[in-house]
């Protein structure tokens, strides 16, 4: 089955440091990623979807220049939590499909904290 | 905007069906998914449904309605490692939208 990676699972730093996080789908193209955020309890929150060699499209409420998004290459993006606060502490999950549509698949997921 | 609704918690009994509907408002429906995840992991594909009807993969089951903007997961014989939160996801805009359900809580007891 697909498989997507994400590194790092687990991440804490101190507040106004920058983090960055990789998503690779390691046996397949990925022609759209996305990103989501979770907290404790709560859903998936979409906060971005970017296709291959293109801008991300941000969702509503979502700081593009504080969450910064590339998508370089059809296996590989990266979030770049910009300036981090302990209010961005949050468990960070990309998923990775094909131009096929569904289904996506999702990397294991990175736990950010903030302090 | 998007909206979906599920129950928020279901308990059911080992060997056990159960049903977790989902309800969802949206504009330019392409189709609806469900997920899995356990806690502290990330979410896992169980079942995509684009048409009206039910689509069947194991002991695991989906239904759409796309008049009625309804769905269900089914879930039969129900064993101990199907405790998980159950996720709708309402897929849109020639599938660059998703959008997740408040998601439900299933615990299966002996």
Redesign the interface.
């Given at each position: 089955g697909a498989v997507v990676s994400q590194h790092p699972s687990r991440v804490i730093c101190k507040s106004g440091t920058s983090v960055k996080i990789e998503c690779r789908s390691l046996d397949f193209q990925a022609t759209?990623m996305?990103w989501?955020r979770q907290f404790p309890k709560?859903?998936?929150?979409?906060m971005a979807?970017s296709n291959e060699g293109s801008k991300a499209?941000y969702e509503q409420g979502v700081e593009k220049d504080k969450f910064l998004i590339n998508h370089a290459s059809l296996t590989l993006s990266t979030l770049t939590v910009t300036s981090a606060h302990p209010e961005d502490s949050s468990f960070y999950?990309c998923?990775a499909?094909t131009s096929g549509?569904?289904?996506?698949?999702?990397?294991?997921?990175t736990r950010l904290l903030v302090l | 905007g998007q909206s979906l609704e599920q129950p928020s918690e279901v308990t059911a009994v080992e060997g056990a069906i159960v049903q977790i509907n989902c309800t969802y408002q949206t504009s330019g429906f392409y189709g609806l998914s469900w997920y899995q995840q356990h806690d502290g992991g990330a979410p896992t594909f169980l079942s995509y449904n684009a048409l009206d009807g039910l689509e069947e993969t194991g002991r695991f089951s989906s239904f759409l309605s796309r008049s009625d903007s309804y769905g269900y997961l089914l879930l039969q014989e129900l064993q101990m490692k199907d405790s998980a939160s159950y996720f709708c996801a309402v897929y849109s805009g020639g599938y660059q939208k998703v959008t997740f359900g408040t998601g439900t809580k299933l615990q299966v007891i002996p």
């Open positions: 759209t996305f989501y709560q859903s998936l929150m979409l979807t499209t999950i998923s499909r549509g569904p289904p996506q698949y999702f990397g294991p997921g | -």
